[in-house]
């Protein structure tokens, strides 16, 4: 005990540098409190939840945004607004769910209403933040802690052997013993989605909406989770136009806004006409590029990920693969505060909802028969008469030879 003592003494200084400027660090852990407490509704010490982003943070209109809305709006009932919390209106807190679950909600009767917990939310600077802002939840008395992406999976592994008696969600890995195989811990929930499912479906509709015959693919660092995203992607694509090119191009990061931008105007160039962005900062920045050059009256499109990037670029966007990381976050806190949460690991797809394709709002010619098409080839991954593959090396030959870099 004194020597856990003491290595949370030599963390603790070094806390008020993870956070981002965006939200007030945390109190000391001698009197806990929220970033944002002085604003937050009251709560009993036990509701409180606690949530630790990736590096992309807060504003990052994906990933991170998806995991905060769950937590802070449908779960706490509020919204982070000039360095605090405030309630949200019914009427915003019901646009944010039907925007998010659309369909599905009725179809699979869900019921998202506030649960009266209070958030406690850390930013991360860098990724040796992780592991001590974990442990500042703990700290804090919080009864679940929530750490999203997949750069976070170390830390979550240390923070709950450290902690047998704290709950933590993982979102987005599986926890890797040495040998990189999956395991279980008792007091972890991992979370995994099948997300070359919805990249299938929407390099389909990419493949049926081009007019040049060239598509692109923006992904961020080459690590097997964006791979699933690139392969399912090109299989989608050769689905609906087997003619069609699909020009490839890496970043190597997935906080870098310019050099996705650099690299959305780069695909433009080579007469792409739709551009899939999967790399998040990143992907912000090839959106941008696509969403300038329609309105120079180019008529070109762009596929997001994670969350629907509709608002951002309401001309441009034709869809998003959509991880619903805010249901996942919500469905977690509800079971802690109905005393149900447990560890195990879960893998989320088409078929349980975790994964779905953004709303096409912007009309083309042949949209109402592409739908259906995109609706037949659901179903058929559903049922398992599609396999979409993982990795671009899974490709069939004449797949893999329509795409370059």
Not at 38 to 66: C, E, H, M, W, Y
Not at 326 to 333: F, G, K, M, R, S
Request: glycine share 10%; with cysteine; net charge neutral.
């Amino acid at each position: 005990m004194r020597l856990r003592h003491l290595a949370l003494l030599l963390a603790l200084p070094l806390l008020p540098a993870c956070k981002s400027q965006k939200e007030a660090p945390p109190a000391a852990p001698a009197k806990p409190a929220a970033p944002e407490a002085a604003a937050t509704p009251p709560a009993t010490q036990k509701n409180k939840i606690g949530l630790v982003l990736g590096l992309g943070g807060r504003g990052d209109q994906s990933f991170n945004d998806s995991a905060l809305r769950g937590l802070e709006m449908w779960a706490s009932g509020v919204k982070y607004e000039g360095g605090g919390y405030k309630d949200v209106s019914p009427e915003e807190l019901e646009s944010t769910i039907q925007q998010s679950l659309g369909q599905d909600r009725a179809r699979r009767n869900l019921q998202v209403t506030p649960l009266g917990i209070t958030p406690v939310v850390i930013q991360s600077r860098v990724a040796e933040d992780y592991e001590p802002n974990l442990q500042l939840l703990v700290d804090q008395g919080v009864s679940l802690s929530l750490a999203v992406g997949f750069m976070l999976e170390n830390a979550v592994e240390a923070a709950a052997k450290r902690n047998p008696d704290m709950r933590f969600l993982l979102v987005d890995s599986p926890l890797l013993s040495a040998q990189g195989e999956p395991y279980s811990l008792p007091n972890v929930r991992t979370v995994v989605f099948r997300e070359e499912e919805g990249c299938f479906l929407v390099g389909a509709l990419a493949g049926l909406t081009t007019k040049t015959g060239k598509v692109g693919f923006v992904g961020g660092m080459e690590i097997p989770l964006v791979k699933r995203y690139e392969a399912g992607f090109r299989a989608g694509v050769a689905a609906t136009n087997p003619k069609a090119t699909v020009v490839i191009n890496y970043t190597g990061s997935f906080t870098n806004f310019a050099l996705g931008k650099q690299v959305g105007q780069d695909l433009l160039t080579k007469n792409t006409d739709v551009v899939f962005a999967a790399a998040g900062v990143d992907g912000l920045g090839a959106i941008q590029a696509v969403k300038e050059a329609r309105d120079e009256g180019k008529p070109v499109y762009v596929i997001g990920v994670d969350s629907d990037p509709s608002h951002l670029a309401p001309k441009a966007v034709l869809s998003a693969v959509v991880k619903r990381v805010d249901l996942v976050v919500y469905e977690a806190v509800k079971e802690q505060v109905q005393g149900r949460f447990q560890g195990g690991n879960q893998s989320l797809g088409l078929q349980e909802g975790g994964i779905t394709y953004a709303p096409v709002r912007l009309d083309f010619p042949g949209k109402t028969e592409a739908l259906a098409r995109l609706e037949e080839l659901k179903a058929k991954i559903i049922s398992g008469e599609i396999k979409v593959p993982t990795h671009p090396a899974q490709l069939q030959p004449a797949n893999a030879a329509n795409s370059k870099p």
